[in-house]
């Protein structure tokens, strides 16, 4: 499928999901090389990154734990600029390597808080693990450790990202179309 129809509007392919796999695939192959023996805890953000979150800990190697946690600042295409608490974080992450498993950075707001309050309960480590990241709208600095694809600014869906609530099951990237 090189164009679907999510609601309103139309989507164009822009990462195939042999792409998303190859990539995916590097990247788990590095961080089970940097985290080997530190039993990292993998941080998934809900609801956007569930998709990419099972595929990468398909290829992690090392033993690893992962828990889920749930942050949303996003409603139809637009950031509604405002981040609520961060639920569900059951997991005692002090002392431990923490790695936050995101399906997008955009401004980078929600990271930048997320980021902040993991901090408060001192992990040994906290690296971010992006799948996309859109570096022309990034408002903060942050230090993403592990990104699989830079994108522009174009509004996408697909992979588990989600246009007003649908499309989180197309098995690829799609960009909105003009
Ligand atoms: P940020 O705080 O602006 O970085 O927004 C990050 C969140 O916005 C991501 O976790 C996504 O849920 C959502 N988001 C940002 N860009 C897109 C997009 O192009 N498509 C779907 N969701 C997006
Ligand atoms: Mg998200």
């Known amino acids: 499928m090189e164009i679907v129809t999510v609601k309103d509007k139309k989507f164009a392919i822009s990462i195939t999901a042999e792409q998303l796999r190859q990539r995916i695939a590097e990247i788990a192959a590095q ?3 940097d985290m080997e023996g530190k039993k990292p805890l993998f941080l998934a953000v809900l609801n956007g990154s569930f998709m990419y979150a099972a ?15 749930r942050f949303a600042s996003y ?3 637009h950031s509604t600029g405002c981040v609520n608490e961060v639920l569900g974080l059951a ?5 431990r390597n923490v790695i936050v498993v995101e399906d997008i950075i955009d401004s980078g707001l929600t990271m930048q808080l997320l980021l902040s309050k993991l901090r408060e309960h001192q992990p040994a480590d906290l690296r971010v693990a992006s799948l996309l990241v859109k570096p022309g709208n990034l408002k903060v600095e942050l ?7 830079e994108i522009p600014n174009d509004f ?4 588990g990202l989600d246009y007003d609530g649908e499309g989180r099951n ?9």
């Open 55 to 69: 595929d990468l800990m398909r290829g992690i190697t090392t033993p690893c734990e992962i828990s889920f946690v």
């Open 31 to 33: 961080i089970s090389k």
């Open 156 to 159: 996408i869906v697909g992979y």
């Open 170 to 178: 197309l098995p690829a990237i799609y960009t909105v179309m003009e």
């Open 143 to 149: 230090d993403i450790a592990y990104t699989c694809f």
């Open 75 to 77: 409603e139809g295409m």
């Open 91 to 95: 997991e005692e992450i002090k002392g």
